[in-house]
T-cell receptor
Framework: AQKVTQAQTEISVVEKEDVTLDCVYETRDTTYYLFWYKQPPSGELVFLIRRNSFDEQNEISGRYSWNFQKSTSSFNFTITASQVVDSAVYFCALIGGSYIPTFGRGTSLIVHP | EAGVVQSPRYKIIEKKQPVAFWCNPISGHNTLYWYRQNLGQGPELLIRYENEEAVDDSQLPKDRFSAERLKGVDSTLKIQPAELGDSAVYLC???????????FGPGTRLTVL
């Protein structure tokens, strides 16, 4: 069975602070894919990144960066210089060999002006 | 390119009534997913289609839930009869293939009274 844990239920920061959202996963598969999605108050999940298990390179996209470490089964997400528009619930997800997607419970990020 | 379309956006029904949700995936996407998202939780897979075939429906409560994807394009999820515990957001997503990025629709918020 696979599992995704997002231990941080809610994070509150002030604008321009950096913030890291943690994601720890469990799987027995050697080939799997990890994802991050953003769910703003409007409700629609927005895709942010997809990473396969063979690519441990960190990725940066503007103010967003991701740190994938297989040794600790983690795929953490950092927002640099947070903005109010970053306020949302962020989900980490895993798809392995069963093709069944597993989502974490999400981390609610609140960015105060 | 149009995204995933879902209707209705909101539905309020009395318990024991039937309800149906409709989803039109992104054109060309072979894989279609139905999820249920309870308040404060991540999406949970109900059923996955590869073209018109339901390849994973282990989480679908088959006594009251049914789904179909005739012709391998749009899909309908039905609940009959609805129970109070069915109140949730029902999300549809599609991807080109099973391990590819999923793109989500806006969801249908169901309230059962």
């Amino acid at each position: 069975a696979q599992k995704v844990t997002q231990a941080q239920t809610e994070i509150s920061v002030v604008e321009k602070e950096d913030v890291t959202l943690d994601c720890v996963y469990e799987t027995r598969d050697t080939t799997y894919y990890l994802f991050w999605y953003k769910q703003p108050p409007s409700g629609e999940l927005v895709f942010l990144i997809r990473r396969n298990s063979f690519d441990e390179q960190n990725e940066i996209s503007g103010r967003y960066s991701w740190n994938f470490q297989k040794s600790t089964s983690s795929f953490n997400f950092t927002i640099t210089a947070s903005q109010v528009v970053d306020s949302a619930v962020y989900f980490c997800a895993l798809i392995g060999g069963s093709y069944i997607p597993t989502f974490g419970r999400g981390t609610s990020l609140i960015v105060h002006p | 390119e149009a995204g995933v379309v879902q209707s209705p956006r909101y539905k309020i029904i009395e318990k024991k009534q039937p309800v149906a949700f409709w989803c039109n995936p992104i054109s060309g996407h072979n894989t279609l997913y139905w999820y249920r998202q309870n308040l404060g939780q991540g999406p949970e897979l109900l059923i996955r289609y590869e073209n018109e075939e339901a390849v994973d429906d282990s989480q679908l409560p088959k006594d009251r839930f049914s789904a179909e994807r005739l012709k391998g394009v749009d899909s309908t999820l039905k609940i009959q009869p609805a129970e109070l515990g069915d109140s949730a957001v029902y999300l549809c997503a599609s991807s080109l293939l099973a391990l590819d990025t999923q793109y989500f629709g806006p969801g249908t918020r169901l309230t059962v009274l």
